[in-house]
Protein backbone atom coordinates (compact mmCIF):
# COMPACT_ATOMS: atom_id res chain seq x y z
CA UNK A 1 0.00 0.00 0.00
CA UNK A 2 1.36 3.68 -0.87
CA UNK A 3 0.73 6.27 1.66
CA UNK A 4 -0.38 9.64 0.39
CA UNK A 5 1.92 11.96 1.37
CA UNK A 6 0.42 15.48 2.67
CA UNK A 7 1.88 18.91 1.77
CA UNK A 8 0.24 21.93 3.06
CA UNK A 9 0.67 25.29 1.05
CA UNK A 10 -0.55 28.73 2.55
CA UNK A 11 -1.70 30.43 -0.33
CA UNK A 12 -1.03 34.24 -0.75
CA UNK A 13 -3.28 35.27 -3.68
CA UNK A 14 -2.27 39.15 -3.30
CA UNK A 15 -3.13 41.61 -5.51
CA UNK A 16 -3.63 42.45 -9.35
CA UNK A 17 -3.36 39.46 -11.20
CA UNK A 18 -2.14 37.53 -8.20
CA UNK A 19 -5.18 35.57 -8.08
CA UNK A 20 -6.23 34.65 -11.37
CA UNK A 21 -1.90 33.17 -11.71
CA UNK A 22 -1.69 31.82 -8.47
CA UNK A 23 -5.07 29.85 -9.29
CA UNK A 24 -3.52 28.24 -12.53
CA UNK A 25 -0.28 26.86 -10.22
CA UNK A 26 -2.65 25.64 -8.20
CA UNK A 27 -4.64 23.47 -10.77
CA UNK A 28 -1.31 22.53 -11.98
CA UNK A 29 -0.08 21.42 -8.55
CA UNK A 30 -3.78 19.01 -8.11
CA UNK A 31 -2.32 17.75 -11.39
CA UNK A 32 0.90 16.70 -9.64
CA UNK A 33 -1.12 15.55 -6.98
CA UNK A 34 -3.29 13.13 -8.76
CA UNK A 35 -0.05 12.20 -10.70
CA UNK A 36 2.05 11.40 -7.93
CA UNK A 37 0.18 10.17 -5.26
CA UNK A 38 0.68 13.42 -3.77
CA UNK A 39 -2.00 16.00 -1.54
CA UNK A 40 -1.53 18.95 -1.60
CA UNK A 41 -3.73 20.98 1.15
CA UNK A 42 -4.19 24.93 0.82
CA UNK A 43 -4.51 27.73 2.86
CA UNK A 44 -5.74 30.82 1.46
CA UNK A 45 -4.55 34.15 3.27
CA UNK A 46 -4.68 37.41 2.35
CA UNK A 47 -1.84 39.93 1.83
CA UNK A 48 -0.64 43.24 0.52
CA UNK A 49 -3.49 45.92 -0.80
CA UNK A 50 -6.01 43.30 -0.63
CA UNK A 51 -5.50 42.92 3.16
CA UNK A 52 -4.80 46.48 3.87
CA UNK A 53 -8.54 47.22 2.46
CA UNK A 54 -9.68 44.15 4.77
CA UNK A 55 -8.08 44.92 7.79
CA UNK A 56 -5.43 47.96 7.87
CA UNK A 57 -2.28 45.62 8.00
CA UNK A 58 -0.67 44.37 4.58
CA UNK A 59 0.65 41.36 6.63
CA UNK A 60 -2.07 40.14 8.97
CA UNK A 61 -1.37 38.16 11.87
CA UNK A 62 -3.68 35.44 10.39
CA UNK A 63 -1.88 35.29 7.38
CA UNK A 64 1.59 35.09 9.02
CA UNK A 65 0.53 32.24 11.53
CA UNK A 66 -0.83 30.13 7.98
CA UNK A 67 2.67 30.81 6.58
CA UNK A 68 4.51 29.69 9.78
CA UNK A 69 2.31 26.56 9.90
CA UNK A 70 2.54 25.45 6.20
CA UNK A 71 5.13 23.26 4.45
CA UNK A 72 5.40 25.98 1.91
CA UNK A 73 3.97 29.05 0.89
CA UNK A 74 2.64 30.12 -2.72
CA UNK A 75 2.96 33.91 -3.50
CA UNK A 76 1.07 35.98 -6.11
CA UNK A 77 1.73 39.33 -6.12
CA UNK A 78 1.29 42.95 -4.07
CA UNK A 79 0.90 46.09 -5.12
CA UNK A 80 -1.63 49.06 -5.96
CA UNK A 81 -1.63 52.11 -7.83
CA UNK A 82 -3.02 54.06 -5.39
CA UNK A 83 -0.18 53.34 -3.25
CA UNK A 84 2.54 54.07 -5.90
CA UNK A 85 0.72 57.53 -6.24
CA UNK A 86 1.00 58.33 -2.93
CA UNK A 87 5.10 57.90 -1.46
CA UNK A 88 3.28 59.36 1.72
CA UNK A 89 1.03 56.69 2.73
CA UNK A 90 1.60 55.15 6.02
CA UNK A 91 0.64 51.82 5.30
CA UNK A 92 2.11 50.34 1.97
CA UNK A 93 1.40 46.84 0.21
CA UNK A 94 5.52 46.39 -0.20
CA UNK A 95 5.58 46.63 4.08
CA UNK A 96 3.75 42.95 4.06
CA UNK A 97 6.40 41.35 1.98
CA UNK A 98 8.94 42.99 3.43
CA UNK A 99 7.73 41.73 7.18
CA UNK A 100 7.15 38.13 5.45
CA UNK A 101 10.59 37.88 4.67
CA UNK A 102 11.90 38.78 7.78
CA UNK A 103 9.21 36.68 10.12
CA UNK A 104 10.26 33.67 7.55
CA UNK A 105 13.90 34.26 7.88
CA UNK A 106 14.02 34.03 3.85
CA UNK A 107 17.33 35.15 3.80
CA UNK A 108 17.88 33.83 0.13
CA UNK A 109 15.99 35.01 -2.86
CA UNK A 110 16.88 32.62 -5.61
CA UNK A 111 15.84 33.48 -9.55
CA UNK A 112 16.67 31.26 -12.20
CA UNK A 113 17.34 33.46 -15.43
CA UNK A 114 16.90 30.74 -18.45
CA UNK A 115 16.36 31.63 -22.01
CA UNK A 116 13.92 29.54 -23.92
CA UNK A 117 14.64 29.17 -27.72
CA UNK A 118 11.93 30.02 -29.62
CA UNK A 119 11.41 33.39 -27.73
CA UNK A 120 14.78 34.69 -28.08
CA UNK A 121 13.39 37.38 -30.69
CA UNK A 122 11.88 39.00 -27.50
CA UNK A 123 14.69 39.87 -25.74
CA UNK A 124 15.74 43.28 -26.40
CA UNK A 125 19.26 41.91 -26.96
CA UNK A 126 20.15 40.27 -29.94
CA UNK A 127 19.34 36.57 -30.05
CA UNK A 128 22.87 35.12 -30.32
CA UNK A 129 23.69 37.51 -26.88
CA UNK A 130 21.07 35.58 -25.09
CA UNK A 131 20.93 32.09 -27.16
CA UNK A 132 21.88 29.68 -24.12
CA UNK A 133 21.57 31.98 -21.53
CA UNK A 134 21.28 29.90 -17.86
CA UNK A 135 22.35 31.58 -14.93
CA UNK A 136 20.50 31.86 -11.38
CA UNK A 137 20.94 35.01 -8.81
CA UNK A 138 21.19 34.33 -5.42
CA UNK A 139 20.17 37.58 -3.74
CA UNK A 140 20.68 38.41 0.51
CA UNK A 141 17.04 39.06 1.34
CA UNK A 142 16.48 39.75 5.16
CA UNK A 143 19.61 42.41 5.71
CA UNK A 144 21.73 44.90 4.27
CA UNK A 145 20.55 48.54 3.72
CA UNK A 146 16.79 47.35 3.27
CA UNK A 147 16.59 46.57 7.18
CA UNK A 148 19.58 48.53 8.78
CA UNK A 149 19.16 51.89 10.95
CA UNK A 150 17.19 54.54 8.91
CA UNK A 151 15.91 57.80 9.63
CA UNK A 152 14.92 61.51 9.11
CA UNK A 153 15.99 64.20 10.96
CA UNK A 154 13.24 66.22 12.46
CA UNK A 155 13.21 69.00 10.68
CA UNK A 156 13.50 66.87 7.15
CA UNK A 157 16.28 67.99 6.08
CA UNK A 158 18.37 64.93 5.99
CA UNK A 159 17.81 61.03 6.06
CA UNK A 160 20.17 58.01 6.30
CA UNK A 161 20.34 54.30 5.64
CA UNK A 162 22.56 51.79 6.90
CA UNK A 163 23.94 49.12 5.35
CA UNK A 164 25.17 46.16 7.48
CA UNK A 165 25.82 42.35 7.03
CA UNK A 166 27.33 40.27 9.87
CA UNK A 167 29.56 37.08 8.59
CA UNK A 168 26.89 34.37 9.93
CA UNK A 169 24.71 36.49 7.39
CA UNK A 170 27.18 36.36 4.53
CA UNK A 171 27.93 32.78 5.46
CA UNK A 172 24.78 31.21 5.35
CA UNK A 173 24.00 32.26 1.95
CA UNK A 174 27.26 32.10 0.34
CA UNK A 175 27.18 28.45 1.11
CA UNK A 176 23.95 28.05 -0.82
CA UNK A 177 25.35 29.48 -3.78
CA UNK A 178 28.02 27.52 -3.34
CA UNK A 179 26.34 24.26 -3.40
CA UNK A 180 23.96 25.82 -6.51
CA UNK A 181 27.12 26.55 -8.47
CA UNK A 182 28.97 22.91 -7.53
CA UNK A 183 25.73 21.44 -9.01
CA UNK A 184 26.03 23.43 -11.60
CA UNK A 185 29.05 24.75 -14.55
CA UNK A 186 31.15 25.53 -11.32
CA UNK A 187 31.66 29.26 -11.38
CA UNK A 188 30.63 31.48 -8.20
CA UNK A 189 30.47 35.69 -9.29
CA UNK A 190 30.47 37.47 -5.97
CA UNK A 191 29.27 40.79 -6.87
CA UNK A 192 29.81 43.65 -5.23
CA UNK A 193 31.33 47.58 -4.45
CA UNK A 194 34.53 46.46 -2.71
CA UNK A 195 36.41 49.27 -4.02
CA UNK A 196 34.08 51.66 -1.80
CA UNK A 197 31.90 49.84 0.79
CA UNK A 198 33.08 47.92 4.04
CA UNK A 199 30.50 45.87 3.75
CA UNK A 200 31.52 44.56 0.53
CA UNK A 201 34.75 43.87 1.58
CA UNK A 202 33.70 41.88 4.63
CA UNK A 203 31.54 40.00 1.68
CA UNK A 204 34.61 39.20 0.14
CA UNK A 205 36.70 38.00 2.58
CA UNK A 206 34.01 35.86 3.87
CA UNK A 207 33.69 34.58 0.53
CA UNK A 208 37.24 33.95 -0.01
CA UNK A 209 37.70 31.98 3.33
CA UNK A 210 34.73 29.45 2.34
CA UNK A 211 35.99 28.73 -1.04
CA UNK A 212 38.73 26.33 0.83
CA UNK A 213 35.56 24.21 1.02
CA UNK A 214 34.52 24.14 -2.23
CA UNK A 215 37.48 23.87 -4.52
CA UNK A 216 35.40 22.50 -7.22
CA UNK A 217 33.96 25.68 -7.61
CA UNK A 218 35.85 28.73 -9.31
CA UNK A 219 34.92 31.76 -7.06
CA UNK A 220 35.63 35.43 -9.32
CA UNK A 221 34.54 39.22 -8.24
CA UNK A 222 33.10 41.67 -10.11
CA UNK A 223 32.08 45.35 -9.10
CA UNK A 224 28.46 45.65 -9.22
CA UNK A 225 28.62 48.92 -11.79
CA UNK A 226 30.69 46.26 -13.97
CA UNK A 227 28.54 43.44 -13.74
CA UNK A 228 25.13 45.90 -14.65
CA UNK A 229 27.08 46.18 -18.25
CA UNK A 230 28.51 42.59 -18.31
CA UNK A 231 24.96 41.31 -17.68
CA UNK A 232 24.01 43.24 -21.44
CA UNK A 233 27.07 42.56 -23.25
CA UNK A 234 28.04 39.12 -21.82
CA UNK A 235 24.69 37.29 -19.94
CA UNK A 236 26.64 33.84 -20.99
CA UNK A 237 29.23 34.09 -18.84
CA UNK A 238 27.38 34.33 -15.19
CA UNK A 239 26.89 30.23 -13.72
CA UNK A 240 25.90 31.49 -10.50
CA UNK A 241 25.52 35.09 -9.05
CA UNK A 242 25.59 36.12 -5.48
CA UNK A 243 24.66 39.47 -4.53
CA UNK A 244 23.75 41.51 -1.28
CA UNK A 245 19.95 42.76 -0.95
CA UNK A 246 20.16 46.26 -2.63
CA UNK A 247 22.45 44.86 -5.75
CA UNK A 248 20.55 41.96 -5.87
CA UNK A 249 17.15 43.95 -6.25
CA UNK A 250 18.53 46.08 -8.73
CA UNK A 251 20.26 43.53 -10.90
CA UNK A 252 17.75 40.73 -10.60
CA UNK A 253 15.39 42.97 -12.64
CA UNK A 254 17.98 44.13 -14.75
CA UNK A 255 18.46 40.27 -15.35
CA UNK A 256 14.70 39.75 -15.71
CA UNK A 257 14.30 40.95 -18.99
CA UNK A 258 17.32 39.73 -20.99
CA UNK A 259 15.22 36.77 -21.97
CA UNK A 260 12.37 38.86 -23.26
CA UNK A 261 10.09 36.89 -21.28
CA UNK A 262 9.71 38.23 -17.73
CA UNK A 263 6.16 36.09 -17.42
CA UNK A 264 8.21 33.27 -17.51
CA UNK A 265 10.59 33.85 -14.69
CA UNK A 266 10.06 31.87 -11.44
CA UNK A 267 11.20 32.64 -8.05
CA UNK A 268 11.85 30.97 -4.36
CA UNK A 269 12.84 32.27 -1.20
CA UNK A 270 14.22 30.20 1.44
CA UNK A 271 15.63 30.64 5.01
CA UNK A 272 14.71 29.36 8.50
CA UNK A 273 11.24 28.79 8.29
CA UNK A 274 9.03 28.09 5.28
CA UNK A 275 9.58 28.26 1.91
CA UNK A 276 8.01 30.77 0.00
CA UNK A 277 7.33 30.56 -4.22
CA UNK A 278 6.77 33.25 -6.51
CA UNK A 279 6.40 34.31 -10.03
CA UNK A 280 8.72 37.39 -10.32
CA UNK A 281 6.47 39.65 -12.15
CA UNK A 282 4.57 42.51 -10.21
CA UNK A 283 0.56 42.64 -9.71
CA UNK A 284 0.06 43.85 -13.05
CA UNK A 285 -3.45 45.65 -11.95
CA UNK A 286 -4.29 46.89 -15.63
CA UNK A 287 -4.58 43.29 -16.29
CA UNK A 288 -6.07 42.09 -13.15
CA UNK A 289 -9.75 40.30 -14.07
CA UNK A 290 -9.11 39.97 -18.51
CA UNK A 291 -7.43 36.46 -18.69
CA UNK A 292 -4.70 37.65 -20.38
CA UNK A 293 -1.84 37.32 -17.65
CA UNK A 294 0.94 34.83 -18.12
CA UNK A 295 0.34 32.05 -15.51
CA UNK A 296 3.73 30.26 -16.79
CA UNK A 297 5.87 32.14 -13.79
CA UNK A 298 3.32 31.14 -11.14
CA UNK A 299 3.59 27.65 -12.47
CA UNK A 300 7.29 27.58 -12.79
CA UNK A 301 7.32 28.71 -9.19
CA UNK A 302 4.96 25.38 -8.35
CA UNK A 303 7.62 23.55 -10.01
CA UNK A 304 10.56 25.16 -7.73
CA UNK A 305 8.21 24.52 -4.85
CA UNK A 306 7.93 20.80 -5.47
CA UNK A 307 11.73 20.37 -6.37
CA UNK A 308 11.72 21.65 -2.89
CA UNK A 309 9.90 18.51 -1.58
CA UNK A 310 12.04 16.53 -2.97
CA UNK A 311 9.60 15.91 -6.21
CA UNK A 312 12.10 15.73 -8.84
CA UNK A 313 9.97 14.31 -11.35
CA UNK A 314 7.06 16.40 -10.82
CA UNK A 315 9.35 19.42 -11.39
CA UNK A 316 10.51 17.84 -14.67
CA UNK A 317 6.96 17.31 -15.78
CA UNK A 318 5.73 20.91 -15.14
CA UNK A 319 8.81 22.45 -16.58
CA UNK A 320 8.67 19.74 -20.16
CA UNK A 321 5.43 20.79 -20.19
CA UNK A 322 5.97 24.87 -20.18
CA UNK A 323 8.24 24.70 -22.46
CA UNK A 324 6.54 22.13 -24.80
CA UNK A 325 3.70 24.82 -24.94
CA UNK A 326 5.87 27.50 -25.49
CA UNK A 327 7.02 25.42 -28.54
CA UNK A 328 4.16 24.84 -30.12
CA UNK A 329 3.43 28.36 -30.16
CA UNK A 330 0.87 28.59 -27.83
CA UNK A 331 0.96 31.83 -25.27
CA UNK A 332 -0.09 34.75 -23.39
CA UNK A 333 -0.64 37.66 -25.73
CA UNK A 334 2.76 39.28 -24.63
CA UNK A 335 4.69 36.45 -26.15
CA UNK A 336 3.35 37.17 -29.14
CA UNK A 337 2.62 33.51 -30.08
CA UNK A 338 1.18 32.11 -32.90
CA UNK A 339 -1.95 30.73 -30.84
CA UNK A 340 -2.98 33.09 -28.21
CA UNK A 341 -4.28 31.08 -25.12
CA UNK A 342 -5.89 33.33 -22.27
CA UNK A 343 -4.63 32.65 -18.70
CA UNK A 344 -6.91 29.80 -17.71
CA UNK A 345 -6.51 27.54 -21.17
CA UNK A 346 -2.74 27.49 -20.21
CA UNK A 347 -3.34 26.99 -17.25
CA UNK A 348 -5.75 23.86 -17.93
CA UNK A 349 -3.27 22.64 -20.63
CA UNK A 350 -0.79 22.62 -18.18
CA UNK A 351 -2.33 20.91 -15.82
CA UNK A 352 -3.58 18.46 -18.52
CA UNK A 353 -0.06 17.45 -20.07
CA UNK A 354 1.07 17.29 -15.82
CA UNK A 355 -1.74 15.06 -14.97
CA UNK A 356 -0.98 12.23 -17.45
CA UNK A 357 2.47 10.43 -17.81
CA UNK A 358 0.88 9.20 -21.37
CA UNK A 359 0.37 12.14 -22.69
CA UNK A 360 4.22 13.14 -21.63
CA UNK A 361 5.17 10.09 -23.60
CA UNK A 362 3.33 11.05 -26.51
CA UNK A 363 4.98 14.13 -26.56
CA UNK A 364 8.36 13.45 -25.59
CA UNK A 365 8.39 11.07 -28.54
CA UNK A 366 6.47 13.51 -31.14
CA UNK A 367 9.52 16.39 -30.11
CA UNK A 368 12.04 13.38 -30.92
CA UNK A 369 10.92 13.31 -34.26
CA UNK A 370 10.46 16.55 -34.82
CA UNK A 371 13.97 17.13 -33.97
CA UNK A 372 15.01 14.29 -36.37
CA UNK A 373 12.72 15.64 -38.95
CA UNK A 374 14.64 19.17 -38.77
CA UNK A 375 18.13 17.68 -39.28
CA UNK A 376 17.09 15.82 -42.15
C1 LIG B 1 11.28 42.66 -5.07
C2 LIG B 1 10.52 43.95 -4.87
C3 LIG B 1 10.58 44.33 -3.40
C4 LIG B 1 12.02 44.57 -3.04
C5 LIG B 1 9.70 45.53 -3.01
C6 LIG B 1 8.27 45.30 -3.41
C7 LIG B 1 9.83 45.85 -1.56
O1 LIG B 1 11.02 44.97 -5.67
O2 LIG B 1 10.81 41.62 -4.56
O3 LIG B 1 12.32 42.66 -5.71
O4 LIG B 1 12.56 45.67 -3.27
O5 LIG B 1 12.65 43.66 -2.51
MN1 LIG C 1 12.68 44.39 -6.91
Known amino acids: MTTIQKTRIA ?23 ERFNHHFEYCFAEVGAVAIDHTGSPLPDATLEACLKADAVLFGAIGHPKYDNDPDAKVRPEQGLLKLRKELGLFANIRPVTTYENLLHLSPLRPDKVKGVDFVIFRELTSGIYFGEKGTAADGQQAFDTCTYTVEEIERIARLAFEQARHRRGKLTLVDKANVMETSRLWRRTLRELAAEYPDVVLDFMFVDNAAMQLIQFPGQFDVVLTDNLFGDILSDEASVLTGSMGLLPSASIGIHTSLFEPIHGSYPQAAGED ?52 SQIGDLVAHLVADPKEEILLKAEKNSQRVSTII
Open 292 to 343: IANPMAAILSAAMLVESLGMHEAAAAIRFSVQYILEKGIGTPELQPAIVYGC
Open 11 to 33: VLPGDGIGPEVTQQAIKVLDAVG
